[in-house]
């Protein structure tokens, strides 16, 4: 179609088209004018994170145990709105559209070679040793809320800070007791074998000694002492030695490794009973994050578990009740209640652009109209 008749035909159908376009365009811009606002807020974390600890923060953060804790916090504080949005959410992306967990500065992705900008001088592995040593120092949280009100976006924040401050760091800790389950575990089973050891020793050594004991008793008096070896072959051919000397020297021995084999069951029996009292901490921390517990209800059981042991569990928890709070001191907003800011409506943007959409839309369906009926001429 010729661009003069083009013309012709939009002058000719300019009330359609005038329609076509300023409705949907109005409709856009009230809507939008109108309609619910969305609001945001950031709670920020003084917290030094390499990839690996965000990477490992963000996976607990959306797996489906953290995930439920949360929802059922938001259901409490009463956050209704938002909270069908994020069970509305099919996947992660969607649940970071609404709660983001970001880090400053930024990571840079050394999973991509096309991403970097790297000197040339180093090779690359080198240059992904030093990104793998990047730490951020500042952890954001973003929480977004389509139609929630200023009111409602509080309360998810306030749930949000909770679940980062109390109830994520038993994760943490339980990590830790594990790690220490792990090393007491390891250290019981090389005493078990020292000790295996120190007692096959200790029989052959207590054999050689009846043996030579009955020996002496045997020999008539004054034949003990025929063969004598000097001292620095003490300890190669103490065979050489006279019985008397011999005797001495395997009954210290036998002392020796009776008092190592005394002391190696004292330190397995304490070991045993700290990995016992570890398995029953991290039994009842796992149960307190299955019951959404959290940080000062760990301390709590911890405290209760202390009364009617020794001095040495009591020293475990202690130190047990010190790393929950450490923890949970770390782990502080910068900003009690951050600010509740509401985002740009964008109204002229959408308006303009649904306007110019549907003008496009409108003038291909006129020329494909009258590509197929030409309109007659006045």
Request: proline share 3%; glycine share 6%; with cysteine.
């Amino acid at each position: 179609m010729e661009l003069r008749a083009l013309l012709q035909l939009i002058l000719h159908r300019k009330v359609p088209l005038l329609l076509a376009v300023c409705v949907p365009a109005l409709a856009v811009g009230l809507f939008t004018y109108l309609g619910p606002r969305a609001y945001y807020g950031d709670l920020s974390y003084n917290i030094e994170l390499t990839a690996t600890d965000f990477q490992r923060l963000s996976n607990r953060f959306y797996g489906g145990d953290n995930l439920g804790t949360l929802f059922r916090n938001l259901e409490k504080r009463g956050a209704k709105d938002l909270l069908v949005l994020l069970r509305e959410a099919e996947t992660e992306q969607d649940l970071r559209d609404m709660i983001d967990l970001r880090v400053t500065p930024t990571y840079v992705d050394f999973n991509s070679r096309t991403n970097l900008k790297l000197s040339l001088d180093r090779s690359w592995a080198e240059n992904v040793e030093k990104i793998e040593k990047l730490r951020a120092r500042i952890l954001k949280v973003h929480v977004e809320g389509s139609g929630a009100g200023p009111e409602e976006l509080r309360m998810a924040l306030a749930a949000v800070r909770e679940d980062l401050e109390q109830h994520l760091p038993l994760h943490d800790i339980l990590d830790n007791l594990t790690a220490r389950r792990y090393q007491l575990n390891t250290t019981l089973v090389r005493l078990r074998q020292l000790r295996v050891d120190r007692e096959e020793e200790l029989q052959r050594v207590s054999a050689s000694y009846a043996r030579m004991r009955a020996l002496a008793a045997d020999m008539p008096s004054g034949g003990k002492g025929e063969v004598t070896l000097e001292l620095k072959d003490l300890d190669k051919e103490t065979e050489f030695l006279p019985l008397s000397v011999q005797l001495g020297v395997f009954a210290a021995r036998t002392a020796l490794l009776e008092e190592q084999l005394a002391g190696n069951k004292r330190l397995f029996a304490l070991k045993t009973v700290e990995a016992d009292l570890l398995a029953f901490i991290s039994e009842e921390t796992q149960r307190l994050i299955k019951e959404d517990g959290d940080v000062a209800a760990f301390r709590a059981m911890v405290r209760a578990a202390g009364s009617d042991r020794d001095a040495q569990e009591v020293d475990l928890l202690d130190g047990l009740d010190r790393l929950a709070e450490n923890h949970a001191l770390s782990r502080q907003a910068l900003v009690a209640m951050p600010r509740i800011v509401p985002l740009p409506r964008h109204t002229v943007k959408r308006t303009l652009m649904t306007a110019v959409i549907c003008g496009a839309l409108a003038l291909l369906a006129l020329a494909a109209h009258a590509a197929v009926s030409p309109p007659e001429a006045d």
